[in-house]
């Protein structure tokens, strides 16, 4: 079936710095690629997806690019702040099966 | 836009007890999830519903009982609370369960049993 892998538990930043998440995923069909973002106190909520047709996603400031070749699907900000400190999921779903989610990466950035 | 309503927001229970979660949503969703989540974890499934009726396992099925007798709510039972458990219940909901489906999330039921 399909899975993601997540190896970064935690990431620790200071503001400013930049940010890079890392995700591999498994599939015999073409995915759709998220991030999903969990703040304290919430669920997590859609950040951006990726389709096979565009490779690229960009929403508030994050960006995350499609791999095939790698079957990877990082996420990167430029220049994080406080308020970006949350739980980060990377998810796929396919046309067959239900969305499958990694075990997130928990980001503390310091001021 | 739509909203996801879970209830209770906190839930304390003793050892051995059954335990009764509820979710409601108002997207029009045919499909619903309950994930656990422990603390600094990932999202578990435990059971999904496609449709009023449905149910399906997910990974973590065991020591749970789910119901869907209506399109918009879902609920979970823990059927023997174990001491010392401590996680958040999301439940959740999509359009369906593939392509490019965004899945929606209520904010959490906090379990913790004594």
């Known amino acids: 079936g399909d899975s993601v892998t997540q190896k970064q538990g935690q990431v620790t930043l200071s503001e400013d710095d930049f940010l890079f998440i890392n995700c591999t995923y498994s599939?015999?069909?073409?995915?759709?690629l998220f991030w999903y973002v969990q703040y304290p106190g919430q669920g997590p909520q859609l950040l951006l997806k990726?389709?096979?047709?565009?490779n690229k996603g960009i929403s508030r400031g994050f960006e995350a690019t499609y791999d095939k070749g790698t079957t990877s699907f990082h996420l990167q900000k430029a220049s994080v702040q406080e308020s970006d400190s949350a739980v980060y999921f990377c998810?796929?779903?396919?046309?067959?099966?239900?969305?499958?989610f990694g075990t997130g990466t928990r980001l503390q950035v310091s001021p | 836009g739509g909203i996801i309503t879970q209830t209770p927001k906190f839930l304390i229970g003793q050892e051995g007890q059954k335990l009764t979660l509820k979710c409601q949503q108002n997207?029009?969703?045919?499909?619903m999830y309950w994930y656990r989540q422990d603390s600094g974890k990932g999202l578990r499934l435990i059971y999904y519903?496609?449709?009023?009726?449905?149910?399906q396992k997910g990974d973590l099925s065991e020591g749970y009982d789910a119901s869907r007798e209506k399109k918009s709510s879902f609920s979970l039972t823990v059927t023997s609370a174990q001491k010392n458990e401590m996680a958040v219940f999301l439940c959740?909901?999509?359009?369906?369960?593939?392509?490019?489906?965004?899945?929606?999330f209520g904010k959490g039921t906090r379990l913790t049993v004594v």
């Open positions: 959740a909901s999509s359009i369906g369960t593939g392509g490019s489906t965004e899945v929606f």
């Open positions: 599939t015999t069909t073409y995915p759709t």
């Open positions: 990726v389709t096979t047709a565009n």
């Open positions: 998810a796929l779903s396919s046309n067959t099966d239900k969305v499958v």
């Open positions: 997207f029009n969703h045919d499909t």
């Open positions: 519903s496609i449709t009023e009726n449905d149910l």
